[in-house]
């Protein structure tokens, strides 16, 4: 409750402090207040999960009596199952009400924590990690279309989807700290019974202040494409999350990865013939879908990445303990809550457009740096601080915008589906980042002494897997800045048979 005040107290503050006529442009109604509190409080708690139990899971392997082969199902398990299923959740919100799944999600999300703070095996560890991670597929899409529904295209939308950017970054950045301070001053099960008192308020808050949601053409659920669908990104958020444990030389990495293609590419051909098919192909072939989502994949997949490799380098070259590594991400965390505050006025000036090739630009020239990292400690801390706090700021003015231009010029009985596409694009990007930068910084690590690699080789690895992560974002800022069309007007109209339709600029909408 105490941070759905402090959240109250901001969004009002920030109102106040603009300009009377931007101030009215951007005035929300207190109904609209309470909804966004609600929401955000949502999807702050679902990124703060995905992250929390990332300090905790060496106590829970010897608490619980996971093997080393296996502790790596707790995370997985929720991965799996958020990503796998989200697209499906977010088109179930569009025929059955986003207001019902929501709270649905939410009381799943509440149970499955108490199950996960209670656990006392392996098995029913797994078991609430599967629901939590459920639990995120059912919520984060809906909330997203109760986000975009609730606020019209324009101005007032575009500062929500800010607040909700900075929210999930910080929430994903605080995470880890959060985690480490509840496991070394209570138990690693706070982790989990934190959800429960957050989790019971939002339901009932949601329950009194959210209005239902739901598509007035509600045509059968897809059936063959929703198997296809899910199979396809279960599989392929299997083989990523498998490369870690077997490398990307496995047959068992590549023998999935085959049948996620498989299956993804039968999904597309059910539904160029599908009667009223899960995912409409004129909406995924748009060129504000395709590229507004490829943005967003390249930002969480590089900038999760990034966090990893730096956790890395401030561990195992600058010997900083978990606790300390936890606190540096603070500034990170702040630079993204910075972002997302002031993102409605970069894009105002910009249009979205605009605003994912800025963000994405800072992000990758703040990473690229990094590739001078050396073994002084005082020079190390200083560069990271504020290399991270820039790119953060970059990082979720890249967030804000990709989901701006995937979810616009939508009809409002498809905001599910977008949205579903865009959360599904978080989940994937999460997921991808780790494990392919991994793989880079072990190429470069040198002759490893039973099995660890020497602190100068962790050096290597890490800078040039950085330098490679930064190339990465530049390179995406200049594929979008080329190929994603902008419309001359901050009107749209929502996609329809044209496919290729122009993302339309916020800016005259300003």
């Known amino acids: 409750m105490l941070s759905a005040h402090c959240l109250k ?67 997985t398990a929720f991965a799996l199952t958020a990503a796998g299923f989200m697209l499906l959740f977010g088109r179930i919100g569009d025929l059955v009400g986003r207001k019902k799944l929501f709270l649905i999600g939410m009381a799943l999300l509440t149970v499955s924590s108490l199950v996960g703070g209670l656990a006392t095996s392996p098995e029913l560890m797994i078991a609430a990690r599967v629901a939590q991670g459920l639990a995120t597929a059912v919520v984060t899409p809906s909330g997203m279309a109760l986000i975009t529904t609730s606020f019209e295209e324009g101005p007032l939308r575009t500062k929500a989807l800010g607040l909700n950017g900075a929210l999930l ?25 934190i959800n429960v008192p957050v989790g019971v308020a939002l339901f009932f808050a949601g329950t009194a202040v959210i209005k239902e949601s739901v598509s007035e053409d509600r ?27 077997e490398g990307w030389g496995s047959p068992q990495t590549w023998g999935t990865l085959l049948v996620a293609a498989v299956l993804l590419i039968s999904f597309y051909v059910i539904e160029l013939r599908a009667a009223a098919p899960l995912a409409p192909v004129r909406i995924l072939k748009a060129n504000s879908v395709k590229f507004g989502n490829l943005g967003g994949l390249i930002t969480f997949s590089m900038e999760s990445a990034l966090s990893f490799l730096l956790t890395l380098y401030l561990q195992q070259v600058l010997h900083l303990n978990p606790f300390q590594t936890g606190l540096m991400f603070g500034f990170l965390g702040l630079g993204a809550f910075l972002g997302g505050t002031f993102a409605s006025k970069i894009l105002a000036r910009t249009g ?36 991270t706090f820039v790119g953060g700021f970059g990082h979720v003015l890249a967030i804000v915008s990709y989901t701006v231009i995937s979810t616009s010029g939508i009809e409002d009985s498809e905001q599910g589906l977008a949205t579903g596409l865009a959360a599904m694009t978080q989940q994937i990007g999460f997921t991808l980042g780790i494990p392919v930068m991994s793989a880079i910084a072990a190429s470069q690590y040198g002759e490893l002494k039973n099995g660890v690699a020497s602190k100068a080789g962790v050096l290597d690895g890490t800078t040039f897997a950085i330098l490679v992560d930064g190339l990465v974002v530049i390179a995406g800022a200049l594929v979008i800045a080329v190929l994603l069309r902008s419309a001359n007007s901050g009107t749209s109209a929502p996609v329809r048979a044209a496919s290729d339709e122009e993302e339309p600029s916020l800016t005259a909408a300003h």
Do not use: C, H
């Open 219 to 245: 045509p059968k659920l897809d059936v063959p494409g929703s198997i296809t669908v899910t199979a396809g990104l279960l599989a392929f958020v299997y083989g990523i999350t498998g490369a870690e444990r």
């Open 9 to 75: 107290i901001a969004i009002t503050a920030r109102l106040l402090a603009m300009p009377k006529t931007q101030s009215a442009q951007l005035a929300m109604t207190g109904k609209q207040k309470a909804i966004l509190i609600v929401l955000l409080g949502a999807q702050f708690m679902f990124a703060v999960d995905f992250s929390i139990l990332t300090v905790a899971l060496p106590k829970i392997g010897s608490d619980l009596g996971f093997g080393l082969d296996s502790l790596q199902w707790v995370s």
């Open 169 to 193: 970054s910080l929430g994903f950045a605080g995470g880890a700290v959060l985690g480490g301070v509840l496991t070394d001053l209570l138990s690693w099960r706070y982790d989990f019974f």
């Open 352 to 387: 979205s457009k605009g605003g994912m090739v800025l963000g994405l630009a800072v992000q990758g020239v703040m990473t690229g740096v990094l590739f001078l990292l050396g073994e002084n400690k005082t020079m190390g801390i200083a560069a990271v601080l504020v290399t």
